[in-house]
């Protein structure tokens, strides 16, 4: 049955499957009988040639029909490099195709030049001069340079992968190369209204988005910072722009048109201890002895560097939303008081007895009408630390003995440990009154 019949019987609607099968295996033995007669032929005239020197006949070989044309060649490079690095619009609705595992494209043609390529060859008027000097340079083939591909290589792998920016240690932010806790310097300002020696710290760095009729989802960098001068002066602002530098300019002046004064407690922390909160965010902040350092939040710890506030502990309770923590400290450095106010407040004289001073008395301010012992009330609060709390105690948590006190191998450890005890703290006091560890026993020092 041939090809014609079976299309008049498809087009009739009959199957036939049956029938193209068996078209097809015949179509196939009939090639293969074919191949054999012509290597059976081409084997005998390739004898006669050689036994009785007769010229053979020229015969063609057989030919694979290849298409020379695929998906690599036929599409640009960029088309190429789309599939690898796009991401589609769910994806980036989820946030994919960011940060350090973003793939990004290599130019493969990085480190080679038109005129040189794997065979050294020097062509004039390409990769040399035409004429050098007097003579004309002629094509000459140079050796190979084995480490060729291995340096296009390296050159490649060097350019498209993520290289971390290096920062210099002093001015490296809250975790390394990121944006928060960095120094921007000064806010600008003109001639007559310079900002000289005041530092603005970056606190918050973060990215926004706004929906629009006209112009949809558009994103937008949102920055906080504070700026101060080291000296009791500072002020903080939050700005928005398209772009992050934009956006670290405004906020930086802007934050040097809102500077607010605060007085500082021998310039170095705050005159009493003080509870402030904004939203659900608690602070409780203690004013500590010279030597402390700062103890607190990091976003608190960068708000005391630039306002010159060297000793201080804060406690953050509740939400710790970094615009929250500087909103509530900065509305806790405002409504404390010093010591001449509270001195007022009360018409009684303010007297401090601190370690420092091995206890003695220390006057801190004087009222100018000082009441007398038969004036003060009974129930009146004489306590200075609940009265600046606003007749609040802070309630610290009961600490429980670790699980292992009660053991056995703890008990031994103790008794080994008895006749050692607090001696690393009397050597601290030793070296603090001193200057120098000695014994009890006897004139001679320990070195």
């Not at 036994?51 to 070989?61: E, G, R, W, Y």
């Not at 080679?112 to 340079?137: D, T, Y």
């Not at 006209?214 to 903080?236: D, E, H, K, Y």
Request: net charge positive.
């Amino acid at each position: 049955m041939d090809f014609q019949s079976i299309k008049r019987r498809e087009f009739a609607g009959a199957t036939t499957h049956c029938d193209l099968n068996c078209w097809k295996k015949k179509k196939e033995a009939n090639m293969a009988r074919y191949l054999g007669l012509f290597n059976n032929f081409y084997k005998y005239t390739l004898q006669n040639s050689i036994t009785k020197n007769v010229a053979c006949p020229q015969v063609s070989p057989i030919l694979n029909i290849v298409r020379q044309t695929s998906f690599f060649n036929k599409l640009p490079a960029e088309h190429l490099w789309k599939g690898v690095t796009a991401v589609s619009n769910a994806g980036k609705k989820r946030g994919r195709g960011k940060g350090t595992g973003k793939k990004v494209a290599k130019d493969l043609n990085r480190g080679q030049a038109i005129g040189f390529g794997k065979k050294n060859v020097v062509w004039p008027g390409l990769n040399s001069p035409i004429i050098r000097g007097k003579e004309i340079v002629r094509q000459q083939t140079l050796p190979e340079d084995p480490e060729r591909e291995k340096n296009i290589l390296k050159l490649r792998d060097s350019y498209g992968g993520f290289r971390q920016i290096k920062v210099n240690p002093i001015d490296r932010g809250w975790s390394g190369s990121k944006l928060p806790g960095r120094s921007i310097g000064a806010p600008e300002g003109e001639s007559e209204n310079s900002f000289e020696g005041f530092d603005t710290r970056v606190l918050e760095n973060k990215i926004v988005f706004i929906m629009k009729g006209n112009m949809g989802r558009t994103r937008r960098f949102s920055v906080m910072s504070v700026t101060g001068n080291g000296n009791g002066l500072a002020g903080f602002a939050t700005a928005k722009a398209p772009e992050a530098r934009t956006a670290l300019r405004k906020s930086k002046n802007r934050a040097g048109q809102k500077l607010m004064k605060f007085e500082l407690c021998d310039n170095r922390t705050v005159f009493h201890d003080f509870y402030c909160a904004f939203g659900k965010t608690k602070i409780f902040v203690s004013k500590k002895p010279e030597g402390y350092g700062l103890v607190c939040h990091r976003g608190i710890q960068t708000i005391c560097k630039v306002l010159g506030i060297k000793d201080l502990h804060a406690k953050v309770v509740g939400s710790t939303n970094i615009q929250h923590i500087v909103k509530a400290f900065f509305i806790g450095l405002l409504q404390q008081r010093t010591h001449e106010q509270i001195a007022e407040e009360k018409k009684l004289h303010l007297v401090e007895f601190s370690n420092d001073k091995v206890g003695l008395p220390n006057v801190r301010a004087f009222a100018k009408d000082c009441r007398k012992p038969e004036e003060i009330a009974k129930d009146e609060i004489m306590d200075f630390t609940q009265y600046v709390l606003g007749d609040k105690i802070v309630l610290k948590k009961k600490k429980f003995e670790p699980f292992y006190t009660n053991t056995i191998g703890h008990q031994l450890y103790l008794k080994k440990r008895d006749p050692l005890r607090n001696q690393e703290q009397v050597k601290i006091d030793m070296l603090v009154n001193n200057n120098k560890i000695s014994s009890f026993l006897t004139d001679k020092e320990i070195q």
